[in-house]
Each structure stands twice: as structure tokens, then as C-alpha cells.
């Protein structure tokens, strides 16, 4: 009967650090926190703010700082930034609320992208093989910032999906903050403007605001439609 050694505890400890630390290990834990973010939101439902209002103890400099910290972490954990900017309009007003809203965007879009970056990339980068895959992935890490401005700028590119994709290329930090910042500055200022007036939904203001939330998405569903039928073509 062999008598097969059992391994050293410093060997045990080797082991277990790179089951703990190997890419899919920490992929895992990036879909669970994911999934632990929004499940937080849907139970903490932050749409009440625009029903219930900021606190009235919150005011001026204190409550940009405070706001612009929760979009960023609300954008992290998956809520749609137009019902944040709405938000910001409505409780900040259109000056101090676009100011919020874009610094919190680019907060949110840094965690993102931190997150995917220390824990996706090493498990999904040898995935990237496709033809399509491989020519954003080229796109994103060669012309980083002039790439990451036009998804910014284009109607209808989901935030998160952006950030994550953005992660997992080679793409810099000061490119994708900086394209995250200009880039996200016309649609979240017609949100904002929008929640900002929207106790006077006649005014000339608003309707110009829902006007450029309007256009550019349908002109977004007009170039995918086309895009779509071009793909099924070849």
C-alpha cells in the first residue's frame, strides 16, 4: 500500500491562495457583487428621492460632494442614469445638478472600470478570439480616448457595458476618465435640465430639454436599425 505524503502547510497555503486569486475566482466575485449591488437597489429604491426630495439639513456644497458621491456608487451598482440626472435636476436645480451629475458619472464610470479591471480582466481578455471581439478590444486599446468619446456621445451604448468593456482592453485611465467626462456632458445636461423644469412642463426649456433626449435617440435606433440590417445582408 503506497503511503502518499500529505502536502506541507506551506504548500496547502500556495494552493489555496491561487484558487482564492486565479482569474475566474475573481471573476466570480465581480458577478456576485454585481448581483449583491442590485439587489441593494431594488430593495433601497432610490427613484424615491424624486417623490420624497433631499434632506433638508443637506444644502450647498455639502450636498453636491454628498449626491455626486451616491450617483457614483448607484451608477456602480447598475441604476440608470437617466432617473440620477433627472434626480439631479430635480433636487440640485440645472447648474449645480449637471455639476453633480457628471462628477458622479465619472466616479461611478472609475469604479466600473477599477472593478473590471482588477477582476474580470485576466479571465475574459484570452476570451477575446472573435473577429468582432478582437477588432473593439484593438479599437478601445489603440485609440483609447477617441474611442471611449464617441460611445459616450453615441445614444443608446449601455453605461456599464461601455465601462466593462473599457476594462478588459488595454485602454488607459486618464483616457477613459477624461473621454467619460466630456463625452457623458450633452446627454446628462438635457436630463438635467429636464428634471430641473419639470415643475413646468410648458416651459420652452423643458420642451427644448426632452427635444435632445429625444432626437439623438431616435436617430441611435434609426443608425442600429440600419447597422442591423447591413449585418444581416453579408
Known sequence: MLDVAAPSPKTAVRRTRAVLFSPWSRLGLLAALLAGSATAVWLWQPQRLLADGWPP?????????????????????????????????????????????????????????????????????????????????????RHGFRSMLAIRLFPGVPFAAANYCAAISRMGWPAFLLATGLGCVPNTAAYVVAGGHAATPTSPVFLIALTCIAVPALAGLVMAWRKRGRLRGT
Not at 69 to 95: F, I, K, S
Not at 108 to 132: H, K, M, T
Not at 135 to 141: C, F, N, P, T
Open 57 to 141: 439639513q443637506l444644502s450647498g456644497a455639502a450636498a453636491v460632494v454628498l449626491f455626486a458621491a451616491a450617483y457614483g456608487l448607484c451608477t456602480a451598482a447598475l441604476v440608470p442614469r437617466p432617473l440620477l440626472n433627472l434626480a439631479a435636476g430635480v433636487l440640485l436645480g440645472a447648474q449645480t445638478g449637471l455639476a453633480a451629475a457628471v462628477a458622479g458619472t465619472v466616479l461611478g464610470a472609475g469604479i466600473s472600470f477599477g472593478l473590471g479591471r482588477l477582476l474580470g480582466q485576466d479571465a475574459l481578455r484570452p476570451l477575446l478570439r472573435g473577429r468582432w471581439l478582437g477588432a473593439a478590444d484593438r479599437q478601445l486599446s
